[in-house]
């Protein structure tokens, strides 16, 4: 049981891997604008055809309409001849075209209800269609920087790990110091060399000085000698 529930959890690792690796913004976000956009063209052709029928609607209402006004025109005129019978008929014609009018009315007020209902729809539909493209923008410009974060981070990463120039560094910090001190030590053991030179020229100077000073004493004495 042990090694089929770790099949089965390996399993449902690698499957949520490959539909994360498959749900590409870029891609997810294409494939929403071109359903939206699917939906966008039925949307505009049932609109076309609501409008049309209630264009047609509204022909048939006005030429019932106009049909019957013309028959009460026509029963006016003949009745005024004395045609009754016929005043009758043009009425009896006038009716049935004022029932058609009537139904057609109700069809049409319906239609032009739909077709608003529809217009709406698709006004929501595009709407909705240039909001996608506006957020596909920002999530195209917001993937580019996760990446770009990402690759950045990995590469600082991979330099924490790999990089050595710190400890390089330091080593060529302690060669100066110790070439540093190498120079010190040499000027000092230079120094100590060259002391009895020093001391030397000491001594000769001092004896100079006494040799002039001894002759200085003897040329006065030469010319002031004791009384």
């Not at 294409?30 to 264009?55: M, N, P, Y």
């Amino acid at each position: 049981m042990g090694l089929i529930n770790r099949i089965h959890d390996i399993f449902l690792a690698n499957a949520h891997h490959a539909v994360d690796q498959a749900e590409n913004p870029e891609v997810m976000v294409k494939q929403v604008i071109r359903e939206l956009d699917q939906k966008v063209q039925g949307a505009r052709a049932s609109v076309v055809k609501a409008v049309s029928a209630e264009k047609q609607l509204e022909a048939q209402v006005n030429r019932h309409r106009s049909a019957a006004e013309g028959l009460q025109r026509k029963a006016e005129s003949v009745l005024k001849t004395g045609r009754e019978d016929l005043a009758r008929e043009a009425l009896t014609r006038k009716a049935e075209h004022d029932d058609i009018a009537e139904d057609l009315e109700r069809s049409w007020n319906s239609t032009k209800s739909t077709c608003g209902k529809l217009k709406a729809q698709l006004d929501k539909l595009v709407e909705k269609r240039a909001d996608a493209c506006r957020q596909r923008e920002v999530l195209l410009a917001r993937q580019c920087t996760a990446q770009a974060r990402s690759r950045v981070t990995r590469s600082i990463s991979a330099l924490s790990v790999e990089d050595t120039s710190g400890d390089t560094l330091a080593r060529m910090h302690q060669r100066v110091g110790e070439m540093e001190s190498e120079a010190a030590a040499v000027v000092e053991v230079l120094e100590e060399e060259a002391q009895p030179d020093k001391e030397i020229n000491e001594v000769e100077t001092a004896g100079k000085v006494e040799e002039a000073l001894q002759a200085m004493k003897t040329r006065l004495e030469q010319q002031d000698p004791a009384p």
